[in-house]
């Protein structure tokens, strides 16, 4: 059975990491994520993301970016590894994130990529029954992040594609997401690589293909690119 676990785009996009300074946490998984083609060298990037966070941990226990950081990547892993055990612990560290902080749309979109990208993998019934994750619980979560992050076009564009995965019919709401990341602002890499996905399924759903739209999104989502 194919098991992927999380994906959170929401949180991590691809960026080119200049030779001049060492990768921080998000860049890695930036890297891995969208950037990498080999399953290896992504799980690589994965492993040494998890690692430098709890290092920061280890040094300042309350350094949010850091816990962030650390439950993406042990999600990441959970989906590259089709381990449930990461996934479950991903789960409950971006859960005690979105509790400390409601208000933190980060933490609301990498729930919502939490369950989402479980049901779309494995479906209802499997995602509830292995993982307990729900598909309305991951759309709210979804609405939520895009309503608190209206200032910057990742969280509309991640919506955007993850919506038409689930639901290649649904071209009107994926449409309107798409447009919104596309003239958002875009300040980092995350939301300019998330605006160019946005502006590469517009045409597909403004001529009402979704079955088109969807393989595409499932190509620009996290780990849409191994081989």
């Keep these: 059975m194919r098991f992927q676990s999380l994906a959170v785009a929401a949180v991590a996009i691809v960026a080119c990491v200049a030779p001049a300074h060492a990768a921080s946490p998000r860049e890695e998984l930036i890297r891995a994520a969208f950037a ?22 280890a040094q300042s226990p309350g350094d949010r970016e850091a816990k962030l950081q650390q439950a993406l990547g042990i999600g990441y892993r959970g989906q590259l590894k089709r381990s449930p055990t990461d996934a479950k612990t991903a789960h409950g560290l971006i859960q005690s994130l979105a509790n400390s902080d409601p208000r933190d749309p980060e933490a609301q979109i990498a729930m919502a990529g939490w369950h989402l990208t479980a049901v779309g993998d494995l479906g209802n019934f499997l995602a509830r029954t292995l993982l307990g994750a729900n598909r309305d619980a991951g759309l709210a979560a979804l609405d939520k992040a895009v309503a608190m992050g209206g200032n910057r076009s990742f969280f509309a564009g991640y919506a955007a594609l993850i919506r038409i995965k689930l639901d290649s019919s649904d071209t009107a709401t994926a449409l309107r997401l798409a447009q919104r990341a596309a003239s958002e602002p875009a300040p980092g890499p995350i939301d300019r690589v998330m605006q160019r996905a946005a502006q590469r399924i517009i045409p597909m759903l403004q001529a009402g293909d979704g079955a088109g739209a969807s393989k595409l999104a499932k190509q620009l989502l996290p780990f849409g690119t191994l081989s």
């Design 36 to 57: 990498t083609h080999d399953k290896g060298q992504a799980l690589a990037l994965v492993d040494q993301a998890i690692s430098d966070s709890q290092a920061i941990l």
